[in-house]
């Protein structure tokens, strides 16, 4: 039992870090010699998980810059408006996967 619920907190962790560090791997598509899966995997990483990584970042300004709690209505305006940002950026093709 507590072999599943540490593999669980483990798989839970590395997600989040994954979506926290997302900005900064984004870096990583600037490098001319990244081979095309990486390349693949990172854009697929933005598009789908950059809103969720978008509501962590606002939450933790909010909390450590600000000092205020971040309510649930701005983190679902953050969440919708960067998932209405990245489609408008598909949409237009400015960023193609």
Do not use: C
Not at 9 to 33: E, R
Not at 48 to 61: D, E, K, R
């Amino acid at each position: 039992m507590t072999g599943r619920l540490l593999k669980g907190f483990l798989a839970s962790l590395t997600t989040m870090l994954f979506v926290i560090a997302l900005p900064f791997l984004l870096g990583l598509l600037l490098i001319p010699s990244l081979p095309p899966d990486e390349r693949w995997f990172l854009k697929m990483a933005f598009t789908f998980l950059g809103p969720f990584s978008a509501v962590l970042w606002f939450i933790a300004f909010r909390h450590l810059a600000l000092r205020r709690r971040a309510g649930y209505l701005m983190q679902l305006v953050v969440f919708l408006g960067t998932a209405a940002l990245i489609y408008l950026l598909l949409i237009n093709g400015v960023y193609h996967l």
